[in-house]
């Protein structure tokens, strides 16, 4: 696919304003471009590097065509945003990476495993779920323990329910039946992977090396590369990464959770069109962060180098601090007085339990004395 060239100086326009809208901003500007963010809060992370923010609702066709006729090419960093009006604007000649047909099929989980599975990509066992009556059929189809997961929406463990009895089953609430849903085998994993992967122009690939990751409470806590996988493993996660982005079609980055299983099985969790939390070690431990390949690949530009500088530990710094729910963080200096540390916050004013505020990364010699030093600096900082 041959795509336009979007030089500095250029405008990138940005749905979501939240913090990996934040660092897209950051690295674009680094480059030269200029940005401007469309969310529907003020002061939004991304705006505060933004050279200009649209406050207004992601549904906003109005407010998206302002946005359009004032970037030369668009892209989104989540994706909840609205696919009629990614596909409205490609209709009227605006160039929005990755598509409206990526889009629609990412937001989906249903959608998402049934193009796996077309594309040889092996998945956990799943059913669509419309009524109640449906759970009972999928539990003797499919068995018990499960997951029960809104088809769209959702993310960081929201929307989601974990059955493991029949009593779980009942409790399921009746308003939960206003949305599709997705019946999934639960998946007894040994170790939580992902890859992130680039496509450019030309069909050029290139992915990151692999991220192994820890979630607490549905929430990711902690990557770690490199992964504690054998090689073959990871060569096998990562052909997996490329043949999806290859077969999407995407341009830009893509995020590929997996599951690592027994017997070196890996399954395909979820697929993030978009830049990914487990890659934000990217920025400190590559020669090219995720955000910097997603603005090449969007604007038609050579893709960076990708090898992996040093072990590296990525840890996120969540609302949860001794604060619960204060905006100022106490520990900051104990905690750039650790060796190969960097410390990113996100600009977000209220710390609310779980919240995403910022993250650690820490290059060390290798991967314990990385993570080691990690939590203990995120032992450091509370919320006050």
């Given at each position: 696919m041959s795509i336009k060239k979007i030089y500095p100086k250029a405008t990138?326009?940005?749905?979501?304003?939240?913090?990996?809208?934040?660092?897209?901003?950051?690295?674009?500007?680094?480059?030269?471009y200029n940005i401007i963010t469309l969310d529907p809060i003020p002061n939004s992370p991304c705006a505060q590097i933004a050279d200009e923010q649209i406050?207004?609702?992601?549904?906003?066709?109005?407010?998206?065509?302002r946005l359009a006729e004032q970037s030369d090419v668009l892209t989104y960093e989540f994706e909840n945003v609205n696919a009629d009006i990614i596909e409205h604007l490609e209709k009227k000649g605006n160039t929005v990476f990755p598509s409206s047909t990526v889009l629609r099929i990412t937001q989906n989980r249903i959608k998402e495993k049934e193009f796996l599975k077309k594309i040889g990509i092996s998945v956990t066992d799943f059913r669509a779920i419309v009524r109640r009556s449906h759970l009972e059929e999928a539990k003797e189809e499919l068995g018990l323990p499960a997951m029960l997961k809104t088809a769209t929406g959702g993310y960081d463990g929201k929307g989601q329910i974990l059955l493991n009895t029949e009593e779980d089953i009942l409790d399921v609430p009746q308003d939960l039946f206003l949305k599709e849903l997705i019946w999934e085998r639960y998946v007894p994993f040994i170790k939580?992977?992902?890859?992130?992967?680039?496509?450019?122009?030309?069909?050029?690939?290139?992915?990151?090396?692999?991220?192994?990751?820890?979630?607490?409470?549905?929430?990711?806590?902690?990557?770690?590369?490199?992964?504690?996988?054998?090689?073959?493993?990871?060569?096998?996660?990562?052909?997996?990464?490329?043949?999806?982005?290859?077969?999407l079609e995407v341009i830009g980055v893509i995020g590929v959770e997996m599951f690592l299983c027994e017997d070196g099985i890996i399954l395909v969790n979820e697929i993030a069109p978009r830049v990914h939390n487990s890659g934000h070690y990217t920025i400190e431990a590559c020669y090219t962060s995720q955000f910097e390949q997603h603005i090449r690949a969007i604007c038609g530009l050579p893709l960076g180098r990708t090898e992996l500088l040093s072990p590296v530990a990525m840890i996120n710094i969540l609302g949860?601090?001794?604060?619960?729910?204060?905006?100022?963080?106490?520990?900051?200096?104990?905690?750039?007085?650790?060796?190969?540390?960097?410390?990113?916050?996100?600009?977000?004013?209220?710390?609310?339990?779980?919240?995403?505020?910022?993250?650690?990364?820490?290059?060390?010699?290798?991967?314990?004395?990385?993570?080691?030093?990690?939590?203990?600096?995120?032992?450091?900082?509370?919320?006050?």
């Amino acid at each position: 696919m041959s795509i336009k060239k979007i030089y500095p100086k250029a405008t990138i326009g940005i749905f979501g304003g939240g913090q990996l809208g934040r660092m897209l901003a950051q690295a674009a500007k680094k480059i030269g471009y200029n940005i401007i963010t469309l969310d529907p809060i003020p002061n939004s992370p991304c705006a505060q590097i933004a050279d200009e923010q649209i406050v207004a609702a992601f549904d906003d066709y109005g407010a998206a065509e302002r946005l359009a006729e004032q970037s030369d090419v668009l892209t989104y960093e989540f994706e909840n945003v609205n696919a009629d009006i990614i596909e409205h604007l490609e209709k009227k000649g605006n160039t929005v990476f990755p598509s409206s047909t990526v889009l629609r099929i990412t937001q989906n989980r249903i959608k998402e495993k049934e193009f796996l599975k077309k594309i040889g990509i092996s998945v956990t066992d799943f059913r669509a779920i419309v009524r109640r009556s449906h759970l009972e059929e999928a539990k003797e189809e499919l068995g018990l323990p499960a997951m029960l997961k809104t088809a769209t929406g959702g993310y960081d463990g929201k929307g989601q329910i974990l059955l493991n009895t029949e009593e779980d089953i009942l409790d399921v609430p009746q308003d939960l039946f206003l949305k599709e849903l997705i019946w999934e085998r639960y998946v007894p994993f040994i170790k939580e992977i992902s890859v992130i992967c680039a496509r450019g122009a030309s069909n050029e690939l290139i992915t990151f090396p692999v991220s192994e990751n820890v979630h607490r409470d549905n929430i990711l806590y902690t990557s770690t590369v490199p992964a504690r996988i054998p090689a073959e493993v990871e060569k096998k996660a990562t052909d997996i990464a490329r043949r999806i982005s290859e077969r999407l079609e995407v341009i830009g980055v893509i995020g590929v959770e997996m599951f690592l299983c027994e017997d070196g099985i890996i399954l395909v969790n979820e697929i993030a069109p978009r830049v990914h939390n487990s890659g934000h070690y990217t920025i400190e431990a590559c020669y090219t962060s995720q955000f910097e390949q997603h603005i090449r690949a969007i604007c038609g530009l050579p893709l960076g180098r990708t090898e992996l500088l040093s072990p590296v530990a990525m840890i996120n710094i969540l609302g949860e601090g001794k604060g619960q729910g204060g905006d100022f963080l106490v520990g900051v200096e104990k905690v750039l007085s650790i060796p190969g540390i960097s410390l990113h916050l996100y600009g977000k004013e209220r710390a609310r339990a779980g919240r995403k505020m910022g993250h650690l990364t820490v290059l060390a010699d290798s991967v314990l004395e990385a993570v080691s030093r990690a939590k203990k600096a995120i032992e450091m900082l509370s919320w006050e």
